[in-house]
Each structure stands twice: as C-alpha cells, then as structure tokens.
C-alpha cells in the first residue's frame, strides 16, 4: 500500500503534490490536440509543460464495466516520452503508479526521470491516471477537512488503546464515499486496472508491454501478468506487495507493523550518530525506549501546534510522522527535528499548508485508496475483532501501536466486491524481475518474498541490503540498479535470485 504511493496511507502531502501534478498534466478539452498519429491516438502537448518537454499527452477511452462493455465510457489520461533511440527502440515501457491512487503521468519528474539512458533509448515510456484518478474521470468522496488529517486517515487507536473513534470515522467514510463517489468510484479495483491497462496496450498498438511497478504497482502488475500474461514482455516490479488474495489490502496495513520494526534501526544508527545535527540520543539503544516515553508522554499531554491538522503535537502525530519517515533517509531529519520540539530541545516546525487545489487532490487519491482497498476484498465486519487486535498488536509491536490491525472503511463498505480477487500464479512466461529491499517499511521483505513464491519460476528476485521504500534508481545500489537494468536492456533475467550487498 504506493503512493502513495501509497493507498489511504499515503501521506496527505505527498499525494497532493502527485494528485496536482496529474490534475495538471492534461487538458481538459482538445485544444491543440495533434491528429491521431500511428497508433490512433490524439498526442499533444502537455499543459504547463516547457516547449522542448519530450512528453506528450493522449486520452483513451474505456468501458466503466468490462462486462457491458457496450455501455457507458469512461476516460484514461496517458502520457508518452517517445525512445531516444527509434533504432533501438523494442516497445513500451508503462510506468504503474504506486498508491492506490497514485500517478505516473508527469514522467519527466517522475519515473521516468529516473532511467538511465540506455533504458529511455529503447523504449517509449508510458505513464497514465489510473481510473479515477487526477484526469482520468476522478472521483472524490467530499469528506470533511477534519477526516483528511493522517491521524484519521491512517486508523491510529486513541491513547488508550481505544478504536471507539476509528470505528466512527471509519463508517463515516464509507457512508460519504458510498454517497458521493458514483459509479466511477465503484468500479476500481485492481482487475479493472490490470483492464485498463490491456486497454493501453492496445490503443498503443502493441502485441505486448514491458512494466515497471512501485509499491502497490507490483501488486497491479502482478495481477496484470496473471490475466494477460501472453501480453506481457519484460516485467519489473518493485517494492513489492504480498499479494494474498484472502487479504489483499488488510494485509498490506497489517505489514507496516513488521517493516517498521525492520527498519527503525537504519534511524535509530543515524539518530544518535556523533557528527548528526539531529541528534536525538547518544547511542542507537536510547533511541527506542525514548521515542516511545515521548509517544507516550505526548499521549498524556499534546503541545499546541498551530496551524496543523489536528492543531497538536500529540502521541500519534509523532507516530504518524515515524512511519512516514521510514520511508527514505532523507526523511529522518523530519521525525528528529520532531522529536527534539517534544523534547523541549528545539521550536516546532511550521506545518505544512494544505491550499484548495491540494485538498482537492487529496479527497481524490483518498477516494481511490477507499475504493480499491474495498472494492477489492471483504473485510471482515465485528468490531470486536478489530478491539482485539489491536490490543494484542500494541503490545507485540509499540512502534505501530496498533495501528497495522485496526479498522477501515472497508468494514462498512455497502457495496460487495464485483468479483474475487486474483490469485498470483507460475503460469505464464518466465519473464517477471522483482527488486526489494530488505528493510522496506511499506512493503516489507517478507511480504515480497510471498509474491517471489506466487510466480514459481516466473519469477527472480533481486534483494538489496538497504533501507526505505523504492529500490530502482532511488538509494544508489550500483548492484541492484545493473541487474534491473540489464534485464530491460538486454532481457537476461538471473539463472537465481540476486542478493546485493549495502553500497
């Protein structure tokens, strides 16, 4: 769970600024639009984009039910940076966005950004909105600004242990999205997007499509190689989700608790590193047990913080802010500085200012976070079991405090999922890479290892000793980038699974 990339517990910063960034990436209307070229597609220039940008803009038209499909259309915004090389060019790389409810239209900033040369020479980079998401027919639940903060969008327990109010806000949200999100909203799911993107494939043209999926990514690529696996060329799939088709999204939340613990040492080491000017403790020891007193002293008294939603310094704000902060090193300044301001040690930081169009974008990578997680599974309905989980988690595992089994809309979603969900297998061709690393907060390595095991044969992995979220091109492994680059260049996938050491 990517932006995004990463699902309703994508932080709301984050997924505004690539909510925005698909809002904008698109005209709405046609103007400028370029004749449909070989492929059928009307390409134009992308707005806001400077002259010599290399990415241009489409739209594809799909059925909102897959079923009927004679029946109401909806639109898909893609994006398209054309191979440098057309002598070298073998297809179509599709960027899948992590979330749900993430973006991969805006590629010059974003993964496509980050390919080395000898990638972009011989593919075109494709990027799209997902359904529902920023140009592509998006929906929005129009849930109360108060609903929007993290600590309600994430289900943290209250200070003492209580979900009395996740239950509240979780129905609460799951009436105004069954509301107010349509049609539209009702029909994402992970199948519909492994669709879409089949959709893609052949508005393009091509017979088949290499992808490259980040974080939830992974898991709509992985069920997109199981649907239409004779369509697939070369498949990476990075930061990966366990794809257990009894749990799907319970699972990923519930997978926080353990990547957290995997990965809060990598903080704790640089936390109380001599030379830090965020130091929060003197030896990596000291860091644990004084983050959680802190935690637990903020619990009892918040510090006013103006400005913030909620306008406090309390326990699960911190708490929030730890998770979001394992996600890459250079985050670790935020949760120190954080700390220091509980401590008493240094001034709180100004908060971050959510304007209009950024709250827009963040109802809309809600509401599909809401949609898919639901849409794609039952969850279970007591809230009993819900209670007992998550005293029983608290307990196993204080950094999360309970927060990884604790309820979600879901359980009082009003609308049963349309069909059940995809069951990753080894049939189909050999022709999948996965790239993890071994310490991911989100998508944790066990939980990966469990995809590796789904796809048999189909698959190798790549497992680099680092820490954080994303591995391709994002902390710098020269070993575990050369092995991913090699398979898309040259399509020489491991004869066994990679183990790439820290470096």
Known sequence: MTKPTRTITAAVTAAAALAVTALSALPAGATGTAPPGRDGLAWAACPDAPADSPQRCAEVTVPLDYADPNGPRITLAVSRIAA??????????LAVPGGPGGSSLDLVHGMAGHLPQSVRDRYDVVGFDPRGVGRSTPVSCALDTADLSMVKVRPWPAADGSIDGNLAAARRVAETCARNGGPVLRSISTANEARD???????LGERRLSLWGVSYGTYAGAVYATMFPERTDRIVLDSNDDPDPTRVGRGWLDNYGRGVEDRFPDFAAWASAPDNPDRVADTPEEVRPLFLDLAARLDRAPLPWEGANPAELNGNVLRETLLESMYADAKFPVLARLMLAGLGRAPL????????????????????????????????TDPASYAKAVTADRAARPLTAGLPVNVMPCAFWPFAPAEPPVRVTDRGPANVLLTQNLRDPATPYAGALKLRAAFGDRARMVAVDSGGHDVYRANGNACGDQVVTDYLVTGRRPARDVFCPAG
């Not at 971050?352 to 599974?377: I, Y």
């Open 84 to 93: 440098a090389d057309p002598g070298l060019r073998r297809g179509v790389l």
């Open 197 to 203: 993107i089949d959709s893609v494939r052949r508005a």
């Open 349 to 380: 930081p100004a908060p971050p200012k959510l304007g209009e169009r950024e709250l827009q974008a963040v109802q809309n990578t809600l509401a599909v976070s809401v949609g898919t997680l639901c849409n794609d599974v039952k969850w279970p």
